[in-house]
Every structure is written in structure tokens, then in C-alpha cells.
């Protein structure tokens, strides 16, 4: 099997595929034959119990409606009990890939890092004080990466976050807060205030989201760039304004509008950003996973198809520093 070249981040990655993974592809293989296998099994054995056991609810309680649905109800379980054991199944096979793919990719990357399930990544709670992103209760992170790209150090994850909705006394659900990405980027330059960029909402709307907000976050008073391609995009909100102005100058502001525009799959309506002492962040609402690695139904025939999607994620930290000191992005 070949690994072709197709974008320029993984420009001279053929003979590390051919060296470090491609021998191993056969070994993989098997072992991802076994596991769907096991994973089929179990799924069976719990959907045949199930259907056993719902038929007999339903002989022990007759075919009125309370009897249908106890027997629908017990089948239901059965089915997610079977589908969570094919899903570890498939977990295994997925971190035996990922261990076989990704040190070579952020080896032959350079100064890069991968976690799949790392841990507490940001403080999420001191971000929504900033207002990157909303209020919420709980955060889940996946797919860390975390390294040094043209002297700027960069850490991003794939983050959900949600909050809790009381509906009743003895009801809530939960509501999505934030999909997508939270990247920290160091900057050589200091950021004297704290600045928030948000989506324009006009004086208006602003100005009842600050009420809202309080006295953090979007509280902060908005800022007049006097760059109307910005202003036709993001409000600039910052706790001095002045002091905000020193740094937020037209070649920042053009590549903020280029980061929101090519890396957030909602575009502005979907693109945060926060400068905080040497930091800038970045919140990108994504539609679509982040560092989808394979599964155990996809054969490892399909492992270079993997690699491009992987290759394709890895980029977007490149794309977006590359822009924020105005280059065009090339990886």
C-alpha cells in the first residue's frame, strides 16, 4: 500500500508510512477482523435477550398497552446494552490505530503532541468569565494537540460543552452550549487589557447582550475599530479601550475576519476570539468531528483515507497561525 502526497503539510510523509506504519497494516488488520467479530456477537446475544425477555413481559402482563411498552421498554435496554458492547469493541480497535498512526505523524510534524482522551484541558469556567464561550456545567475534551508552530506555541482540543435545564421538579435535560474547537495560541505581543471578539450584533443587540453578560465577558464596553470590514463582521469588546487600540490593528483585525471566515464552519456566527496577557484564544464551532480516527467497520485498506482527514485537522493550527501573521496559509 502507498501513501500519496496530496497536501503540502504532508509533503515527504511517503516513506515514513512505508517504514513505520505499512508493516504493520496486516497484524491490524486481524485484529480488527476479531474485534468486529466479537463486537457482532455480543450485540446479537443482547438483542436476542432482549427479544426474549420482552416477549415474556408481555405474555406476563398481556398485550395491553402498559404490557407493550414494558416489553418495548426492556428490548430498548437490551439494545443499547448490545450496542455499548460493540462500541468498546470498537474503541479498542480505534486506539490500536491511533497508537500505530499518530506518534509517526507528530514525529515526522515536528514539536507536536496527541492526546485522545486527555484530561481537564482548559479552565472552561475562567473562559466563560472572559466570554469566549457560554455559561454551562460540564466540558468533555477529545483529540488534544498541543506543540510549536513558526515560534508560536499553539494547544487546541476538541471540547463539548453543556448545561443542565431544569424542565420540572424532577426533570431536567441537557442543552449543547458549545461544539467545536478551543485553541490557545502564545503571542510575542502582551495584551494590556482583557479584549473579547464576538459576532456583530449591532448597538442594539450589543447592548442587551452586555446587560445580560454583567459586568465580565461581553460586559465589557464595545470598541469603535474604525475598520469598517471588521465592524461588518465582530463587535471588539475590551475593559480599556484604549489600551485595546495599541494592539488591535488592521493586519490583526483582517486576520481574525480570514481565521472566523476559513476555520469556523458557521463563519462568524460561529467564531470567538480572546486576547488575555500573551494568549490568544479561539473558539471555532465545528459541524463536523475533529480527528476522526477510522472504526472498526472500515477496513485498514482505507488507513491513507484516514491519514488525509488526520493531516487535514493537524493543518488548521498552521492555517490559522499563518494568517494571524499574515501569510498566506499554506499547510
Given at each position: 500500500m502507498?501513501f ?9 510523509f ?10 504493520h497494516l496486516?497484524?491490524?488488520?486481524g485484529q480488527?477482523?476479531?474485534?468486529q467479530?466479537?463486537?457482532k456477537?455480543?450485540f ?7 427479544v ?11 398485550a ?19 450496542a455499548?458492547?460493540?462500541g468498546g469493541?470498537s ?14 505523524v ?22 466563560s ?10 466540558a ?9 508552530y ?12 453543556t448545561?443542565e435545564?431544569?424542565?420540572a ?5 441537557t ?11 502564545g ?10 471578539v464576538?459576532?456583530?450584533?449591532g ?8 446587560f445580560?453578560a454583567?459586568e ?14 471588521f ?14 487600540m495599541?494592539?488591535m490593528?488592521e493586519?490583526l483585525l ?11 464552519d ?17 473558539a471555532?464551532a ?12 472500515v ?5 491513507t ?5 488526520i493531516?487535514?485537522d ?5 492555517r ?5 501573521l ?6
Open positions: 502507498d500519496k502526497e496530496t497536501q503540502p503539510i504532508e509533503q515527504g511517503a516513506p515514513v508510512f512505508q517504514q513505520r506504519i505499512a508493516p496486516g497484524t491490524l488488520e480488527r477482523q476479531q474485534l467479530a466479537k463486537g456477537t455480543q446479537r446475544i443482547a438483542l436476542g435477550l432482549g426474549v425477555l420482552a416477549i415474556a413481559v408481555i405474555a406476563y402482563t398481556g395491553s398497552a402498559g404490557g407493550l411498552f414494558g416489553g418495548f421498554a426492556v428490548l430498548v435496554v437490551f439494545l443499547i446494552g448490545g455499548v458492547a460493540k469493541q474503541g479498542k480497535y480505534t486506539g490500536a490505530l491511533s497508537d500505530l498512526i499518530m506518534p509517526p507528530c514525529e515526522f510534524l515536528g514539536e507536536t503532541q496527541y492526546e485522545k482522551r486527555p484530561g481537564a484541558v482548559f479552565e472552561t469556567e475562567a473562559l468569565t472572559l466570554g469566549l464561550v457560554d455559561l454551562h456545567d460540564n468533555t475534551f477529545e483529540d488534544r494537540i498541543a506543540g510549536q513558526r515560534g508560536l506555541s499553539f494547544e487546541l482540543v476538541e471540547a463539548r460543552l448545561q435545564i431544569k424542565e421538579e424532577d426533570r431536567t435535560s442543552k449543547a452550549v458549545f461544539d467545536g474547537l478551543l485553541v490557545r495560541i503571542l510575542p505581543m502582551h495584551a494590556t487589557t482583557d479584549i473579547l464576538t459576532r456583530a450584533m448597538n442594539v443587540g450589543g447592548a442587551v447582550l452586555g445580560l454583567g465580565t465577558g461581553r460586559g465589557m464596553p464595545v470598541v469603535d475599530t474604525g475598520y469598517p470590514q465592524e461588518a463582521h465582530y463587535d471588539l469588546h475590551a475593559k480599556d479601550p484604549a489600551a485595546a495599541t494592539l490593528k493586519p483582517d486576520a481574525l475576519i480570514d481565521v472566523g471566515d476559513g476555520e469556523a458557521k463563519g462568524a456566527e460561529g467564531f470567538r476570539a480572546a486576547f488575555e496577557g500573551k494568549g490568544l484564544w479561539l471555532l465545528r459541524d463536523q468531528k475533529f480527528m476522526e480516527i477510522g472504526g472498526i467497520d477496513s485498514t485498506d482505507q488507513v483515507d484516514t491519514l488525509h482527514r493531516f487535514d493537524m493543518a488548521l493550527i498552521r490559522v497561525i499563518d494568517r494571524l499574515d501569510d498566506p496559509p499554506a499547510a
